[in-house]
Structure formats: structure tokens, C-alpha cells
């Protein structure tokens, strides 16, 4: 009895929910929402070629250590890397030597404990360090931007739709308002302090441009000339590097995984052609001594080569 009873009430909140959908569906079609500035003028991101990019991508080490050096110059002032120790750095082609002149020179000492006092601190990175945060706190770096907390950049391309692409895109893509999105929204317009980027989901972005032209950070000899474009590409192949730092190693291995499942294949389908084939020809030999069945198998004797 409890059963039918739950059943029933079941069945009453399906009901209600199915009504309740039916008339929101209705009411959106009769009356759709009206369009927002966010949903007329907010673009997608471009897209951007890396090395890394599909199956069997690869890491151009070179750019990788140019965006690193973006990040370094422009972007580590405001943004922690904090799930990226510098030894990581071997992985796009520093040598000890280098990773710990790196760690020794950063900007950002790392936390630590006076040992005689046992009061706060700081010293000198090492290679088996995180990168530091910038902020020794959260209230410290909202109350050095306004308010905002600058995210962590780590796994930046993993937790945005789009990836490097729209870090690329977004650092690209600082512009004024269009005149026609003021005109289409008098209310749209960009709040003091904000800064007008259309692959932003708000279009208002608190962050200020971080790239401001060419040649803003200075490569060594051989390297291509540091537009921003160029610069807004190589820090965005760094940072799908820190969020995939083995991104090679699992290539290497998915290759590797589907050579053998083809070749498990055509041996499974080879294995099956040979041990069937030999029980269909037993299964055809045999059969009811019936008139009607003499015909089939004399044809399947026939094709088998035996005489009789």
C-alpha cells in the first residue's frame, strides 16, 4: 500500500513539473526575454594555432620559455602559479643551473619562519619551491586591486571554455566601447575602473591590459619580434604547458594504446575467420538425413572439396 501511495505522489510531482515546464516554455516563446548587451556583443574566442594543439601535439619548447618570460615580466606581479614548482621548468628545457638562478632571482621571496625569533619571514626560492604567490593573503591582493582577487593561473586553459584560445583572445582583444552598443544599450556603458573586452563574459573586465604594445618584453636573438599578438600567443602556450605539463607523455601513450587495439583487432578478426570458419564446415557436413536438406548439403560438400 505504501508503495502504490509513493508511487502516486510520485507521479503528482512529475505531473506538476511537466505542467510547470509546458507554461514556462510557453511563456518564453510568447514573450522572450529581451536581448542583453552581454548576449548582442559578447564574441567567442579566436582560434589559435599551437604545436600543441590535437592528437599528437607537441610542446614548441621555444615558445613555451618565451611565454614563461611574459608571464614572468608582466603577468607574475598580479597572478600566482602556485601548482607549478620551479624544477617543473626542466620539463620545457631549463637546465639546473638556469632553474635555480630562476628561483634564487624571482621577484616573490617565499614565506617562512625566522628560526631564532619564530616570527614571519621570508628567503630566497629554490628549485623545489612553488612559485610564490604574489599577495601574502587574499585580503592583500583584493585590497590591491579594488576589490577583485586576480586568479590563479595554473590551470587557467582548463577552467575557461576555449582554453588558450581565449586567454589569447582576451589578451588581445582590449578595445573602446562601440558606439553601437551605447546606442542599442544607453545603460551598457563600461563602469569606471573597468576595462571594455568583448571575449569577457560581462564585457567589463577588471583587469586593466597587461599587454600594452610591442615590444614590451624584450626576446633574445633568433626569436620572433614580441608583437602583442606574439606575446599574447607565447605566455598562452605557457600556460596550457602548466596546465598539462605531461600533455606529450599522454599523446605518447594514447598513440601507443591505439596502435595495439587496431592490431588486437585484425588478430581478433583473423582468430575468428579461422576457428569459425572450420566449425561452419562441420556444422554443414552434418545435419538430418532429409530429403529436403540432401540438396544444401551436398552443395556445402561440394564446396568443401569432398566427394560423395
Not at 502504490?4 to 515546464?21: E, H, K, N, P, R
Not at 601574502?136 to 590551470?155: G, K, M
Not at 602548466?242 to 594514447?254: Q, V
Not at 569459425?276 to 557436413?285: F, H, P, Q, S, T
Request: net charge positive; hydrophobic share 40%; proline share 8%.
Amino acid at each position: 500500500m505504501v508503495r502504490i501511495i509513493a508511487f502516486f505522489v510520485g507521479l503528482g510531482f512529475a505531473g506538476v513539473l511537466l505542467i510547470s515546464f509546458a507554461f514556462g516554455a510557453v511563456a518564453y516563446f510568447q514573450e522572450p526575454p529581451p536581448p542583453s548587451a552581454e548576449h548582442e556583443y559578447h564574441r567567442e574566442a579566436k582560434e589559435l594555432h599551437l604545436a600543441s594543439n590535437g592528437p599528437f601535439g607537441k610542446y614548441d619548447r621555444a615558445q613555451v620559455q618565451r611565454g614563461f618570460q611574459v608571464y614572468k615580466e608582466v603577468c607574475a606581479g598580479c597572478h600566482s602559479l602556485n601548482r607549478v614548482a620551479f624544477h617543473d621548468l626542466a620539463g620545457i628545457g631549463y637546465s639546473e643551473a638556469e632553474i635555480k638562478a630562476i628561483a634564487n632571482q624571482w621577484q616573490t621571496e617565499v614565506p617562512s619562519v625566522n628560526p631564532d625569533t619564530g616570527e614571519a619571514a621570508t628567503r630566497k626560492a629554490v628549485p623545489s619551491d612553488h612559485f610564490p604567490s604574489p599577495y601574502a593573503n587574499e585580503t592583500a591582493a583584493r585590497a590591491a586591486n579594488n576589490n577583485n582577487l586576480p586568479p590563479d593561473l595554473s590551470l587557467m586553459t582548463k577552467a575557461r571554455e576555449g582554453g588558450a584560445a581565449y586567454v589569447h583572445s582576451l589578451l588581445t582583444g582590449y578595445q573602446n566601447q562601440p558606439a553601437a552598443l551605447l546606442k542599442q544599450f544607453p545603460t551598457s556603458k563600461t563602469p569606471a575602473g573597468l576595462y571594455y573586452n568583448p571575449y569577457f563574459a560581462n564585457l567589463n573586465l577588471a583587469m586593466p591590459p597587461p599587454l600594452t604594445g610591442d615590444g614590451q618584453v624584450t626576446y633574445g636573438p633568433g626569436n620572433p619580434k614580441p608583437t602583442v599578438n606574439q606575446m599574447a600567443a607565447d605566455v598562452s602556450a605557457f600556460l596550457v604547458w602548466t596546465a598539462e605539463p605531461k600533455l606529450e607523455n599522454r599523446h605518447r601513450a594514447g598513440l601507443t594504446v591505439l596502435i595495439f587495439l587496431i592490431f588486437a583487432t585484425v588478430l581478433g578478426y583473423l582468430s575468428y575467420k579461422n576457428i569459425w570458419a572450420e566449425a561452419k564446415r562441420k556444422v554443414a557436413l552434418k545435419g538430418p538425413l532429409d530429403p529436403d536438406n540432401k540438396a544444401r548439403r551436398n552443395r556445402a560438400k561440394a564446396k568443401a572439396g569432398i566427394a560423395g
